[in-house]
């Protein structure tokens, strides 16, 4: 490789190879894991490659349309970036630089309950961006209560309640590596909380997260709560983790604002569906009445036209920001969230729309063979095509 010329990944999967060579085993294993066996973290890439597209030619693309507007707010291309705790294990400037990288990309950041900067910070940090907060519901109501209130006073446009989480799935890797919060860092929302608890992971024999879960979330959580929520905020809510269609009218009945279709990243439920075969179901489920978001294993422009075909407002991307976010901080995250805007834009010229509303259910194809010439688990343990070529400079 020549010395001044440093790798410019043209992929996701070569942020990931770059972010792993970078980050501590314990931080890099704890952003990459699924739960249990794995089974759904690798069908989430390999689902959405059993989607195939039926193109249309001869149609004027010379402009193109991708901007959109998900619950009132414009954003650049319908692209969200999910939640995802503790940011400053991949860079000391964590979730602020993704909110600055966010804001400068026009896409909505949603801050994790879990962040390593505070939510004030972070809204202090982008001011003009667009930034939902994720709520994880703490067993004491009164901590509930009050992140939801200043995630409102600080200017968030929406609470994002995640639903999937009543226990940690299990992720060997944390057991392994017995996970805590590095010393020098904390949960920045608790900073002044009167239980230190709250504040950081415990060291025990095994993850020091699912032991801070089982003490503090509640498990208890149901639809009862999200009525209680909506009592506490005028701001809309987004329930986060929904697979089932059933599910999706209980929560359109309930007043959600939003569904994001997701399961976890693979990081809960081993053997949950990958969630681009379960969209439409959910879509169908909110009759049109609420926008439904995707997330969940969304690694290419192709991927995002896949989900928009079936019914997705916009997707949410996790980890790929993460290693956006490990390999060059803000700058890192805006170039990932560059190649999936680009990608997007260029595949969707390829595929005959020149707009958003161009696409359509029938433009897309679903193969029930598959012959998986480059293997996702490979891409998902960073041995991507792009690492062999990176090992080949
Ligand atoms: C390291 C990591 C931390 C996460 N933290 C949270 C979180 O704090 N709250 C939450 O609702 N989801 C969390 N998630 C799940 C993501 O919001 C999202 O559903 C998932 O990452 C999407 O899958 P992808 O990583 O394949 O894009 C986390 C995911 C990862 C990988
Ligand atoms: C603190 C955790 C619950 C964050 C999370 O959602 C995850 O690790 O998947």
Request: with cysteine; net charge neutral.
């Amino acid at each position: 490789m020549s010395r001044d010329k440093p790798f410019e990944p043209v992929n996701v999967y070569e942020y990931e190879t770059l972010a792993r060579q970078k980050l501590p085993k314990m931080a890099y294993d704890y952003y990459a894991s699924g739960s249990d066996d794995q089974y759904t973290l690798e069908d989430n890439i390999l689902a959405f490659r059993r989607f195939r597209f039926k193109p249309r030619v001869l149609v004027d693309i010379s402009v193109q349309d991708i901007a959109t507007n998900i619950l009132g707010i414009p954003c650049s291309f319908p692209f969200v970036i999910a939640p995802a705790a503790m940011q400053k294990m991949a860079h000391p400037d964590g979730e602020v630089a993704v909110a600055k990288a966010a804001a400068a990309s026009k896409v909505i950041m949603t801050l994790s309950s879990l962040s390593t900067c505070s939510i004030e910070e972070v809204a202090r940090a982008a001011p003009e961006g667009p930034k939902w907060f994720q709520l994880y519901v703490y067993r004491d109501r009164e901590v509930t209560k009050k992140l939801v209130e200043r995630a409102e006073k600080a200017g968030y446009c929406a609470i994002v309640v995640t639903v999937d989480t009543p226990k940690l799935g299990r992720r060997e890797a944390d057991v392994h590596n017995k996970f805590e919060l590095p010393q020098h860092l904390t949960f920045a929302n608790f900073i002044d909380s009167a239980n230190e608890d709250r504040q950081r992971t415990k060291k025990v024999d095994g993850s020091g997260l699912a032991a801070y879960i089982a003490s503090l979330f509640d498990p208890s959580l149901s639809w009862k709560d999200i009525s209680w929520l909506k009592t506490v905020t005028k701001l809309p809510i987004l329930l986060k983790g929904v697979l089932n269609g059933k599910d999706a009218e209980l929560a359109t009945r309930c007043g959600a604002a939003g569904i994001i279709v997701s399961n976890h990243g693979a990081r809960q439920l081993d053997g949950s569906p990958a969630t681009i075969d379960c969209l439409e179901a959910v879509v169908n489920g909110v009759q049109g009445k609420i926008p439904v978001l995707v997330d969940s294993g969304v690694r290419r422009g192709t991927d995002i036209i896949k989900a928009l075909a079936l019914g997705a407002q916009a997707v949410c991307v996790g980890r790929p920001i993460l290693w956006g976010l490990a390999v060059a901080g803000e700058e890192g995250v805006r170039r990932v969230i560059e190649l999936y805007r680009n990608e997007f834009e260029l595949d969707l010229g390829l595929l005959g729309c020149p707009s958003l509303a161009d696409i359509r259910r029938d433009m897309i194809v679903k193969v029930d063979w598959f012959i998986n010439s480059f293997k996702a688990s490979d891409a998902l343990h960073g041995h991507s095509r792009g690492q062999e070529a990176h090992s080949r400079l």
